[in-house]
């Protein structure tokens, strides 16, 4: 990208102002490059973005940043993902544009990939959440009550509970809800 010659797009009021100090004749539009430009860093031929707690970000016209959406999505490790995924993906390569996000959005929207595949195959694919969420703490209660008959057989043990745990060999806990519907028995061997 030439100083000189740079097509106009987003990052020339900012790339003007800090090689040259041209500012538009509108002292709102000037004091908002003033501010604006105080974030971005021109190395070489490029600009960057400063971040507070990440490295600077490669600022990328329309044509670039289409290119890295489509890669990041299409290429060869591609992962098909949401737009605030990519977005996020983006950020940790190292790139920025303004409208970083809403463009990675409708990039989605947009790309009908893997719907085509889907369709091709006769598959309809839907969104869906658990239908039970309550039920997903079973597993954090079932480590509790296996955690308690831990501690119960080894709480004499303080320090040394690396030591005692292989005499444990079979330790079996029985934890059932109140129901008694969903009752399981684990048997944990060490």
Known sequence: MDIDNVPHNWMTPIIQYLTYSNLPNNPDSAKKIRMHASKY???GKDLYRRR????ILKCLNDDQANYVMREIQEGICGTHSGGRTMAAKILRVGYYWPTLSQDC?????KYRRFNKFLEGLHIKH?????????TNGQSEAANKVILHELKRRLGSAKGKWAEKLPRCYGLSVYAAN???R?????????
């Open 178 to 180: 109140h129901n008694k």
């Open 41 to 43: 860093l021109l190395l």
């Open 126 to 134: 839907m969104v869906m959440s658990v239908e039970h969420p309550q």
């Open 105 to 109: 959005h409708m990039f989605v929207k």
């Open 52 to 55: 507070i707690s990440t490295p």
């Open 182 to 190: 969903n009752s399981f028995l684990a048997y944990l061997w060490y």
